[in-house]
Structures are given as C-alpha cells and as structure tokens.
C-alpha cells in the first residue's frame, strides 16, 4: 500500500531535551506514517504551536528551563490546543510525578527508557480517540447550532467551530479565556438566554447543564424571524449526546455508523433516536434530520 500523502499524515510533536537520544523512536513513528516535529524545550514547543497544532504530543516530564508538566498545564489552558493528547515520556517513575502527569492534562505516563513499540501503541490508541471525540463535537455545528463547554472555573474548555465564531463576535471576556460578558448569565442552571453580535446575529443560548469533567454545555443556536425562540431543535432539550447522535443523522449516518463514531452499541443509538423523535415531535429518521439541517419548516 502507498503511503499517506504528507497532508494526510497524523502530526506528533517530540519535546525533549536530549531529541538526539529518541532517534529510534523517531524513526519509528515516521516508518508508521506519523510527520514527527521536534522541539527541545518547553518554549519551543509552546512557539511551534502557534504555527501547527499536532493530533498528539510526547512531552518529556523533566527538562531545562519550563518543565513538561508546566508545559502541558499552559497546553490545555488554550481552547484551541487542550484537545490535543499529550503524552508524558520521563525518567520521573515516582508516585507523586506520574500523579501530576495525569493531574496536569496528561492522558499518559511512558517511563524511560523509552520502547519504541510501546508507545506507538499507546500513540494510535489516543490519536484515534483524540480524532473521534472531535468528529463527534463537531458534529454538532448542524442547523445553525453550536455548542461550548465552560469548567468549573468558568474558563472556555472547548467550543465548536461555529460556537468560536459567535464567542468572538459576542465581545471581550470579562477575563482572557472566558466567556463574553453577555454570556455569563447563561452560566446558571437551566438557564437560556438571548443574545445579539455587533452585526445583529439573534442568538438563543440555552444551560444544557453538566457534562464530562463537570464542565457545563451550552447550546448556542440562531433564533428564527417572528417569535423570540429558537429552532424545534434548540428547544426540544435534547442531552448532549441525544444532540451527537442528531448531528450525525443529519449527516447521513446509518445507526452502525453513529455507534462506531460514539462508542456505543446500535441498541443504545436506537434508543437515542426513540427519545429525540419524541421530543422533536417526528416519526421518521427524515424528518428528524430536516429538522436539524434547517429544511423542514418550524
């Protein structure tokens, strides 16, 4: 089999102090399709971020200068980065390091002397769940809808690319990383709000309540002409993956396809779709999915 076009082909980032000492494992992941980048400190890793956001990152826990734990905390405090999986790759085999590795974003803990195949493994294993749990976020951008989730220290831990959108022209954050002021009142339980862009964009905004990690969701969707509500969609107070399993109906997915995406059996997906034609008011897997592409009158 050929191998991947170069755009095609999964992103790593290396940081480690020593890179020259990682030369087979290097070679290693570029002999399985990865494009390997390599930085060699913190800073420097921090800087090629800003240029190229990888599908996964070893990170070296001990190094000169920023150290890798402070490194992956500044990772996962910027929204457009936290997704990413970073994996640690350290010498630091004690009990209270492989705790802060986990307790600072780290999705894993690689103890050197580093086995190439070792990590390979792991690598493919958290790419690939790293990549699904985006599809399914992004899935939700259908029907003018996007969705954000807020942690429990109020800070921005995720917002979809339509979401993103409206976050910045709803305003400045009343601190960096948060919410738009507007948004704030949002933030209490089962609350929905209204709220307009500097270009005159209605938006409904509606408390979905708590999610995973104990962030809290928030639906944001356009709202229509004529009364102040927004879709049948956005109204119909479907769960979060209620709202997953729509999105890819919408896009055409069979109940197998959805199942696979989200990591559940096609019995639950069933089960799923009997609860939002319920709550949409519909009969048919049709009508649900032009509710939720906006061709189906409200």
């Not at 899935?139 to 339509?162: E, I, K, L, N, Y």
């Not at 209204?194 to 995973?212: F, H, I, Q």
């Not at 209620?242 to 990591?263: C, F, H, M, P, Y």
Request: some cysteine; hydrophobic content about 45%; proline content about 6%.
């Amino acid at each position: 089999m050929p191998p991947a076009p170069e755009s095609e082909r999964p992103v790593v980032l290396v940081v480690d102090d020593a890179p020259s000492s990682l030369g087979m494992l290097c070679d290693t992941l570029e002999a399985s399709g990865y494009t390997v980048l390599v930085a060699a400190d913190g800073e420097s890793a921090l800087q090629r971020l800003e240029l190229v956001v990888p599908d996964a990152i070893l990170l070296d826990g001990l190094m000169p200068g920023l150290s890798g734990f402070e490194t992956c905390r500044r990772i996962k405090a910027n929204p457009a980065l936290a997704h990413i999986p970073v994996l640690f790759m350290t010498g630091m085999a004690e009990t209270q390091d492989v705790v802060e590795g986990f307790a600072c974003g780290g999705v894993d803990y690689v103890v050197k002397p580093i086995r190439a195949q070792e990590v390979l493994a792991r690598l493919h294993t958290h790419t690939r769940n790293a990549r699904i749990t985006r599809m399914a976020r992004d899935a939700v951008d259908v029907a003018g809808m996007g969705v954000v989730f807020v942690d429990t220290h109020g800070r921005v831990a995720w917002r979809s690319p339509q979401a993103a959108l409206w976050l910045h022209a709803l305003g400045e954050p009343a601190a960096p990383g948060q919410l738009p002021t507007a948004l704030a009142p949002a933030l209490a339980d089962g609350a929905t709000i209204a709220a307009t862009t500097a270009a005159g964009t209605r938006l409904s905004v509606r408390n979905m309540g708590s999610a995973t990690l104990g962030e809290t969701m928030l639906l944001l969707a356009l709202q229509r002409e004529g009364p102040a509500l927004a879709s049948r969609v956005a109204d119909a107070a479907l769960t979060p993956r209620e709202t997953e399993v729509l999105s890819w109906l919408a896009k055409g997915k069979t109940n197998r396809d959805i199942a696979e995406i989200l990591g559940m059996s096609p019995r639950t997906v069933n089960k799923h779709l009997e609860h939002i034609f319920e709550k949409l008011g519909v009969e048919t897997r049709s009508a649900a999915a032009a509710l939720a592409t906006g061709h189906m009158a409200l």
